[in-house]
């Protein structure tokens, strides 16, 4: 009998995942046995990301894609749906931040971040629908924050966006279960990517209160986003819909 958690024939999508936590989800799909095609803005960390996969063994693509814009997601999801004609799985883990006090954030700031890390999510989930219930299900991993769950001073748009993608999660979950589409959620604690690092250069005593929170007492490497990725666009989790999953070291739970 084969693994719960075996992706052979699988074709999974992650936007964003030239590089961080999304990369590092898309390499434990390909080794769980999936196909896997990224999305992102730059080309050249796209091209790299895609011959990693294929060292693995998978086939992959790189779509270069800004999904800033209805537009581009649209055209991604176009794209995809033709290239290797289905997805099975979509990781939606595209983001930005600006971090700033809100009093400072200007419109255009809270607009591009809303559009590209909650706008996006929603209509690449539309647009992925109709071929997902076509296939007779499907997994979507939405890539939330700690700031899902928290405030704070510099992450006005960003934290709405998360918030916002949390509860994206719970009514698409609801809306899609009699089609066998389960939605859920993972919310990454502080992890050390290009994100992570610039939050850590920029955000005054954040490291410090990150490592006093955090009851792992460290940051977390990109590669522990893996397991739950695997878990959540796998058989393994076909009765867990409309979660949201902290992979955190325990810093949600922490006082
Ligand atoms: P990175 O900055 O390394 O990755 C962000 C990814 O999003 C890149 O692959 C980038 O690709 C892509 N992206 C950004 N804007 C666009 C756009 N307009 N169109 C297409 N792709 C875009 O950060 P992380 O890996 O840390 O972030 C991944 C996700 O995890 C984000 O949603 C982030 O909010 C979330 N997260 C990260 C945490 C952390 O501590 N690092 C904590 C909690 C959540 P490109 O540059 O090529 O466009």
Sequence with gaps: MSSPFNLEGRVALVTGGNGGIGLAMAHGLAQAGADIILAGRDSVKGETARAEIVQLGRRALF???????????ERLMDAAARAFERIDILINNAGITARRQPEDLSIDEW???????LTSAF???QKVHPLMRLQGGGKIINIGSMLSLFGTSFGAAYGASKGGLVQLTRSLAVAWAADNIQVNAVLPGWITTEMGQS????VDGLNERVMARTPAGRWGDPSELAGVAVFLASAASDYV???SVPVDG???ISG
């Design 241 to 243: 819909t409309g979660a």
């Design 111 to 117: 607009h591009r971040v809303i559009a590209t890390n």
């Design 199 to 202: 939050a850590r250069a920029q």
């Design 250 to 252: 325990g810093y949600s």
């Design 63 to 73: 779509i270069a894609s800004d999904l800033a814009t209805p537009d581009g997601c």
């Design 123 to 125: 209509v690449c989930c």
